[in-house]
């Protein structure tokens, strides 16, 4: 199983400050077909998971700009421009390359 | 609309059996993947396992494997989960989500708790 491991694990961030989480992978996340399945979500409190960002750095329809992704094999960063209140919750890498499917451990981001 | 409607919240004793349900609508049910994801209390998210409602090809996450059941009937858009002999450690949230290699589309959770 790969394991994927986020850090940090807690993000306290002023309003309109930037943000990074990063999310390593314990083998690579290339698919044989040529596309890395590394995405990012969000849950906000009391609500389901939503996608932002899908094969490493594609922006989900109605997703901020300020939100982009990056990084390839083994190694990703979600990176938040300017953090507004509405980004206030958990964040999960998850890799869709190899079965099982595998989340990180997810990043709460607050404001500080 | 494209949507996931989940079953609602259960309460059940341990060594009871469930079913819990996820219908899809608004878009052609048996060209995509339907997952199960499993969210412990205060917890992060694991995959329990993924089905292909066009042939109820079904996958499982090796920690689930032979602990639970997904299965799909197509003439009604619905997944299912289910267990034979609940517990406590059952406990949790479960969505269903659509997708193969990724989700983009989350049920909105079916909250199981298992306590005698």
């Known amino acids: 199983e790969v394991v994927m491991t986020q850090s940090p694990l807690s993000l306290p961030v002023t309003l309109g400050q930037p943000a990074s989480i990063s999310c390593r992978s314990s083998q690579s996340l290339v698919h044989s077909d040529g596309n890395t399945y590394l995405h990012w979500f969000i849950q906000r409190p009391g609500q389901s998971p939503r996608r932002l960002i899908y094969?490493?750095?594609h922006w989900d329809s109605g997703v901020p700009d300020r939100f982009s992704g990056s990084g390839s094999g083994t190694d990703f960063t979600l990176k938040i421009s300017r953090v507004e209140a509405e980004d206030v919750g958990v964040y999960y890498c998850?890799?869709?390359?190899?079965?099982?499917?595998?989340f990180g451990q997810g990043t709460k981001l607050e404001i500080k | 609309e494209v949507q996931l409607v989940q079953s609602g919240a259960e309460v059940k004793k341990p060594g009871e059996s469930l079913k819990i349900s996820c219908k899809g609508s608004g878009y052609n049910f048996p060209v995509y993947w339907i997952g199960w994801v499993r969210q412990m209390p205060g917890k992060g998210l694991e995959w329990v396992g993924i089905?292909?409602?066009?042939?109820?090809?079904?996958r499982y996450s090796p920690a689930f494997q032979g602990q639970v059941t997904i299965s799909v009937d197509t003439s009604i858009n619905t997944a299912y989960l289910q267990w034979s002999s609940l517990k406590a450690s059952d406990t949790a949230v479960y969505y269903c989500?659509?997708?193969?290699?990724?989700?983009?589309?989350w049920g909105q959770g079916t909250l199981v708790s298992v306590s005698s």
């Open positions: 989500a659509r997708g193969w290699t990724t989700v983009d589309l």
């Open positions: 089905i292909y409602p066009g042939d109820s090809d079904t």
């Open positions: 998850m890799q869709g390359t190899h079965w099982p499917y595998t």
């Open positions: 094969k490493v750095s």
